[in-house]
Nanobody, 114 residues
Framework: EAQLVETGGGAVQAGGSLRLSCAAS????????VDWFRQAPGKERERIIY???????NYVDSVKGRFTIVTDNARNTVYLQMNNLKPEDTAVYYC????????WGQGTQVTVSS
């Protein structure tokens, strides 16, 4: 069964860094685009990083320049490196990929204190 498993969330102070991992099992991520979403308390889930058909990774303005995606095909894992974290980055983070339907990771909590 195809699955995405996320790890790496936690609590940090503003200005700190975290790296989230999104590991695939049951299928190879090679050739699949992995998007990242987050859901802050009381807010709707928003997509913050997405890959377009031309294989370009796009970042929403609120994370641009601070968040970076790294893909490791050998480990079948995509990493989200988050630097200079802000309290407004506090949310549950999800990775997801689409193949006939969306496959979601279970989500991981990121909490940034001021």
């Amino acid at each position: 069964e195809a699955q995405l498993v996320e790890t790496g969330g936690g609590a940090v102070q503003a200005g700190g860094s975290l790296r989230l991992s999104c590991a695939a099992s049951g299928f190879s991520l090679d050739g699949y685009a992995v998007d990242w979403f987050r859901q802050a308390p009381g807010k709707e889930r928003e997509r913050i990083i997405y890959v377009t058909g031309d294989d370009i990774t796009n970042y929403v303005d609120s994370v641009k320049g601070r968040f970076t995606i790294v893909t490791d095909n050998a480990r079948n894992t995509v990493y989200l490196q988050m630097n200079n974290l802000k309290p407004e980055d506090t949310a549950v983070y999800y990775c997801a990929t689409y193949s006939s339907r969306w496959y979601w990771g279970q989500g991981t909590q990121v909490t940034v204190s001021s």
